[in-house]
């Protein structure tokens, strides 16, 4: 079945930055096109990045700029690097891909926080 687990989140000071990556199984990963979503406390989920089987990426509004949304498809893994981290990061961010339905991942804490 599909699987996909989060890792790389944590505590940082703004201005900060942290790595998160997301390692699949179950899919083609290198046709899979995924995705990162957040959801902050008391808000709903929205999506932060995506990126195409064949790397082409887009980012929401928010993040341009300090994202980075990658994949290594040798290693089944999709990653995002956050920099310049700001307070209004602070979310639970998963990871996700659309297999006749959206499969998400179990989530990663990033709190943004002097």
């Known amino acids: 079945q599909v699987q996909l687990v989060e890792s790389g989140g944590g505590l940082v000071q703004p201005g900060g930055s942290l790595r998160l990556s997301c390692v699949a199984s179950?899919?083609?990963?290198?046709?899979?096109?995924m995705n990162w979503y957040r959801q902050a406390p008391g808000k709903q989920r929205e999506s932060v990045a995506d990126?195409?089987?064949?790397?082409?990426?887009n980012y929401a509004d928010s993040v341009k700029g300090r994202f980075t949304i990658s994949r290594d498809n040798a290693k089944n893994t999709v990653y995002l690097q956050m920099d310049s981290l700001k307070p209004e990061d602070t979310a639970v961010y998963y990871c996700s891909v659309r297999v006749g339905t959206m499969r998400w991942g179990q989530g990663t804490q990033v709190t943004v926080s002097s």
């Open positions: 990126i195409t089987s064949g790397g082409s990426a």
């Open positions: 179950g899919i083609i990963f290198r046709t899979a096109a």
